[in-house]
């Protein structure tokens, strides 16, 4: 699992869309591959830096991650909402019955 996008760049969730920039820039120069030949760990920040704030640099994307739609990775979570439970299987066992 991918480290929280805020962690990566050192911001917190209440940051600007400028101080995303700021921060990613100054990660990216630090560890970017051409400054850091053959350095895989340097490699590995670069990469992270970048997955960062390609999610966070996108309004929609960052707001979806936020309310806790999609992950680090910007894929789905699979969290259980209530809807899945009040139209599943198990709904009618919670409807209450008429009485009689």
Avoid: C, V
């Avoid at 590995?44 to 309310?67: C, H, M, Q, W, Y």
């Amino acid at each position: 699992m991918a480290q929280d996008p805020y962690e990566t760049l050192g911001i917190p969730k209440t940051a600007t869309a400028e101080q995303i920039k700021k921060a990613y820039r100054k990660l990216a120069k630090k560890n970017h591959p051409d400054l850091n030949p053959g350095n895989a760990a340097a490699e590995a920040r670069f990469k992270a830096a970048s997955a960062a704030n390609e999610l966070l640099s996108d309004p929609e994307r960052r707001a979806r991650f936020d309310r806790g739609e999609i992950d680090a990775e910007g894929q789905p979570t699979e969290r259980a909402f209530y809807r899945q439970y009040a139209e599943g299987e198990q709904a009618g066992r919670m409807q209450s019955q008429p009485s009689t």
